[in-house]
């Protein structure tokens, strides 16, 4: 099985839909990560768990809401979205997100479109 | 302040050339680590090499080699040997060991290697 992985692949939600993106990994990880990517700006980190508690929340509106019931699972539940919120949603994880040595991996990522 | 910058948003290089990316950090903290990321289309993050920034001598894997000059603050990427898989978008990122800070990455370098 691939390292990271996410479902689904590519989404398109109107603005008042509920949806969820998963996220998995088999690499027996400690800590997972929700990153936004939009066109032209860097990566955002978004939400950072730790052994399943959430450690980092950086402003992320409310109407993003992650879940992560263990260490290797990650949720993140999408309800009344902006249309400025279309971007493509990278998963990661890592062995500990302390130590200057976190290689993170990522991944496939969900392609969200929000009409 | 921006901590990664990456000051080539597109790059060009023939096909068995070397080519170099640029990355510039600021940090205080006497302590982190710099990563370099590939993204394909495809749009998984791929890690490519990492130096700390206690290490004595400049990291290689493979065809990818870092030249850390930490007094500059700069870690450019150079890709020996360029090949059309080459083409992607590479991000630089770093960590701050200090502030357990997560990765901030730069804005990222389009190459693309032509035949």
């Known amino acids: 099985e691939t390292g990271v992985t996410q479902t689904p692949r590519h989404l398109v939600m109107g603005m008042t839909n509920k949806k969820s993106l998963k996220c998995e990994q088999h690499l027996g990880h400690n800590a997972m990560y929700w990153y936004k990517q939009s066109a032209k700006k860097p990566l955002e980190l978004m939400f950072v768990?730790?052994?399943?508690?959430?450690?980092e929340n950086n402003s992320v509106p409310s109407r993003f809401s992650p879940e992560c019931p263990n260490s290797s699972h990650l949720f993140l539940h999408l309800h009344t979205l902006q249309p400025e919120d279309s971007a493509l949603y990278l998963c990661a994880s890592s062995q500990d997100p302390r130590g200057s040595y976190n290689e993170q991996f990522f991944g496939p990522g969900t392609r969200l479109t929000v009409l | 302040a921006q901590k990664i910058t990456q000051t080539q948003p597109g790059m060009f290089v023939q096909e068995k050339e070397a080519v170099t990316l640029d990355c510039t950090y600021d940090?205080?903290?006497?302590?982190?680590?710099l990563f370099w990321y590939k993204q394909p289309s495809s749009g998984e993050m791929i890690f490519l090499i990492y130096q700390g920034s206690y290490d004595q001598q400049n990291a290689t894997e493979g065809r990818y080699s870092l030249n850390f000059q930490k007094a500059r603050k700069s870690a450019n990427l150079v890709i020996s040997a360029s090949q059309l898989g080459d083409s992607a978008m590479y991000f630089c990122a770093m960590r701050e060991v200090s502030g357990n800070t997560p990765l901030v990455f730069g804005k990222g370098t389009r190459l693309s290697v032509i035949a």
């Open positions: 940090t205080s903290d006497p302590s982190y680590g």
């Open positions: 768990y730790n052994f399943k508690e959430q450690t």
